[in-house]
Nanobody, 124 residues
Framework: QVHLVESGGGFVQAGGSLRLSCVAS????????MGWYRQAPGQQRELVAM???????NYADSVKGRFTISRDYSKNTVYLQMNDLNPEDTAAYYC??????????????????WGPGTQVTVSS
């Protein structure tokens, strides 16, 4: 099984910065894409930023120029540097990974994995 653990959420004033981290661990063969989603109360979960195994990245329009996603491939870790935060960024942030998990002898399965989430609250 693959486990994702986020850290770095918290409370910050508008204009401030936070850095989220997420580590994937467990019976991992390899990790393909890793990224971040967020969900505000009463809203659907939305993509924030994604990093592919090849290094390409994509961002939600609302965070372009303010957020930066990066990865440490050797540590199966993804980061999200969030600058110039505003109250509309308040949400639970979830780490996501598409990974090949080792499920048995000589058996692996490509699946989607999610972290439990970390809360980011931005005050005005």
């Amino acid at each position: 099984q693959v486990h994702l653990v986020e850290s770095g959420g918290g409370f910050v004033q508008a204009g401030g910065s936070l850095r989220l981290s997420c580590v994937a661990s467990g019976t991992i063969r390899s990790v393909n894409g890793m990224g971040w989603y967020r969900q505000a109360p009463g809203q659907q979960r939305e993509l924030v930023a994604m990093s592919s195994s090849g290094g390409s990245t994509n961002y939600a329009d609302s965070v372009k120029g303010r957020f930066t996603i990066s990865r440490d491939y050797s540590k199966n870790t993804v980061y999200l540097q969030m600058n110039d935060l505003n109250p509309e960024d308040t949400a639970a942030y979830y780490c996501y990974a598409k990974a090949w998990a080792i499920v048995g002898a000589n058996t692996q399965r490509l699946d989607d994995f999610w972290g439990p989430g970390t809360q980011v609250t931005v005050s005005s």
